[in-house]
């Protein structure tokens, strides 16, 4: 059983990260809420540590061994009791877990089918099914501060998008990092790079 990995990064994927450890690589599969942070997460060498769950898929005539990766115990946790509600197995939750564990557990405990039914591939039923076997047991994941995170990995992203405009618009880059900076500073709630460039403009009239 294979429950820690430690490699350098040869391959980023959107759910997996193949890892080098002395020449083998190894394919690690990766929810989504946690590939959000595994930039951040890396050492400056490209190496990187997770926790693993680990198990054979059954297929036909042959076992493939799969190894699901997390940067805490915390997150690995969650996985595993996500895992017990019925009909939903490593790959399904691996799919599912597309947004901030601590907004999932939150659901769970106040019974919002909607949101839960937003996740990949969870429907009605298997909402339901999450309330009914979960609510009340999942508290403690609600105090994760990912959702923090997310918010602060989106706004980076928006940034730089923005920024990659304004010098494209002939702004010299001091010029328009302030810029992107007045206007995040006076409004903390920017979803969109658009929003963002709409900001800017109308922050630049004003001048």
């Known amino acids: 059983m294979i429950s820690r990995i430690a490699g350098k ?20 599969f990766v929810p989504a809420c946690v590939m959000q942070r595994i930039d951040e997460s890396c050492g400056p060498d490209g190496k990187i540590a997770m926790l693993t769950y680990h198990y054979h898929q059954v297929e036909q005539s042959k076992s493939v061994p799969i190894l699901i990766g997390f940067l805490n115990q915390v997150e690995k946790d969650f996985f595993e009791v996500f895992i017990t509600v019925s009909g939903i197995g490593p790959r ?3 799919k599912a877990l597309n947004k901030p564990i601590s907004l999932i557990a939150r659901a769970i405990d106040e019974g919002d089918l909607v949101f839960l039914k937003s996740l990949p591939g969870i429907g009605e039923q298997r909402a ?21 995170l997310q918010l ?11 920024l990659d405009v304004l010098l494209q618009l002939q702004y010299k880059r001091p010029e328009a990092i302030a810029m992107i900076k007045k206007v995040l500073d006076l409004n903390h ?5 658009e929003e963002l460039l ?9 001048r």
Request: hydrophobic fraction near 40%; charge should be positive.
């Open 9 to 28: 990064i040869s391959e980023k994927g959107d759910n997996y990260l193949i890892l080098d450890l002395g020449g083998i690589g190894y394919n690690v």
């Open 92 to 94: 399904a939750a691996l």
């Open 128 to 148: 339901k099914e999450i309330v009914a076997k979960l609510q009340n047991k999942v508290g403690k994941f609600g105090l994760i501060r990912d959702h923090d």
């Open 152 to 162: 602060k990995a989106s706004a980076k992203g928006i940034s730089e998008e923005a």
């Open 189 to 193: 709630q920017v979803n969109t790079t």
């Open 198 to 206: 709409n900001l800017v403009y109308k922050q630049s009239r004003l």
